[in-house]
């Protein structure tokens, strides 16, 4: 059974720092792109990051560009965001999701997703 | 602000068809870029529906359905379920926003 479990979350003060973990099972994880993506509260989900099999390419919404990087780590089967900078906006539940088809290309959906890890940033 | 555009909102009866359209525009949809779709049930994570533009995943009922024409795409549920209660977002990609992953801005389905 694919599993995808998120940890890291909580709260933060502007400008701090977070590292999210996503811990996957029950696939291959080295065959797959894997996806970040956020919903603030009472809102709509919005992609923020995605890396590739090897960690080799990475890409990112503009908004986190400079301040969020995505990783993983192959031995372990985990993915990981570490935010920095974090700002009011970056508020949200974070989840993590298996991608399908070469994500470059513009055509990847997500098949799994965990249950997500709630990151709020208020003084 | 999201570059797809859906209904905030659709309803209908048990067993009745709804649809949510998904309208985009030549820098995503009308690029040729598959559209998918995804249930969240209230206080759970995203599920996907439909990938593709049509296709359903192992376990989603044939009652669910995609189809996308030219700038726009679209969900069917047919026999609504109260089980279909939920939010839905339409995904795609714009290559207008730096190469950028996109949803859509949701539909609430409630089920009268």
């Known amino acids: 059974e694919v599993q995808l479990v998120e940890s890291g979350g909580g709260l933060v003060q502007p400008g701090g720092s977070l590292r999210l973990s996503c811990a996957a099972s029950?696939?291959?994880?080295?065959?797959?792109?894997m996806t970040w993506v956020r919903q603030a509260p009472g809102k709509g989900l919005e992609w923020v990051a995605n890396?590739?099999?090897?960690?080799?390419?990475?890409f990112y919404v503009d908004s986190v560009k400079g301040r969020f990087s995505v990783s993983r780590d192959n031995a372990k089967n985990s993915l990981f965001l570490q935010m920095n900078g974090l700002r009011g906006a970056d508020t949200a539940i974070y989840y993590c999701?298996?991608?399908?088809?070469?994500?470059?290309?513009?055509?990847?959906?997500?098949?799994?997703w965990g249950q997500g890890t709630l990151v709020t940033v208020s003084s | 602000q999201s570059v797809l555009t859906q209904p905030p909102s659709v309803s209908g009866a048990p067993g009745q068809r709804v649809t949510i359209s998904c309208t985009g525009s030549?820098?995503?949809?009308?690029?040729?870029?598959?559209v998918h779709w995804y249930q969240q049930l209230p206080g759970t994570a995203p599920k996907l529906v439909i990938y593709?533009?049509?296709f359903r995943p192992s376990g989603v009922p044939d009652r669910f359905s995609g189809s996308k024409s030219g700038t726009s795409a679209s969900l069917a549920i047919a026999g609504l379920q109260a089980e279909d209660e939920a939010d839905y977002y339409c995904q795609s990609y714009d290559i207008s926003l730096s190469g950028s992953y996109v949803f859509g801005t949701g539909t609430k389905v409630t089920v009268l």
């Open positions: 593709g533009n049509n």
């Open positions: 890396i590739k099999q090897d960690g080799s390419e990475k």
């Open positions: 029950g696939f291959t994880f080295t065959n797959y792109w």
């Open positions: 999701a298996r991608a399908r088809k070469y994500c470059p290309a513009g055509n990847c959906y997500h098949d799994y």
């Open positions: 030549s820098s995503n949809i009308g690029a040729d870029y598959e």
